[in-house]
């Protein structure tokens, strides 16, 4: 399904515009969140550099259909690292699933008068979704990786 590129544009601007809104808000509930609860033990700085990069580049990505080979490297990469800090794979997951739902929070709030605009950001939620899918199934091969080099 081919969405409009008015819309992925103006997804695109509010995400640019507003990474760091995003990020923060991010940031509030992960670290007080019970389900993230080993995420506390980690630089702050370096979790929201992190946080702050996947929602610039997740914009690059909706904007320019990044190849899924290069979400799965860089989130492979991720699945190391988390690895490596002691962050259970939970707890990684979770990580990514309140990334996703802050950034749509945000969106839609952004978006809730203009319902034709709230109606067609229902229909970019399916890439957005993908991208978060192979972003998770990459970092948990990742842990997988470590898993494994440990065995």
Not at 93 to 121: G, M, N, P, S
Request: net charge positive; proline share 2%; glycine share 2%.
């Amino acid at each position: 399904m081919k969405i409009k590129s008015a819309l992925v544009n103006r997804f695109v601007e509010l995400i640019e515009e507003n990474h760091q809104v995003i990020t923060e808000q991010f940031m509030n509930n992960l670290l007080r969140n019970p389900d993230t609860i080993a995420f506390r033990k980690l630089d702050r700085q370096l979790i929201y550099e992190f946080a702050d990069n996947l929602y610039r580049e997740l914009s690059k990505w909706i904007a320019k259909d990044y190849p899924k080979e290069e979400i799965a490297r860089y989130y492979r990469r991720v699945g190391h690292e988390r690895f490596e800090q002691g962050i259970p794979v939970s707890q990684a997951c979770k990580a990514l699933i309140l990334q996703k739902r802050h950034l749509w929070l945000f969106v839609l709030d952004k978006l809730y008068d203009d319902t034709t605009a709230y109606k067609e950001a229902l229909a970019l939620n399916n890439r957005v979704v993908l991208y978060f899918d192979r972003a998770t199934f990459a970092m948990l091969q990742g842990y997988e990786d470590m898993l494994y080099r440990k065995l």
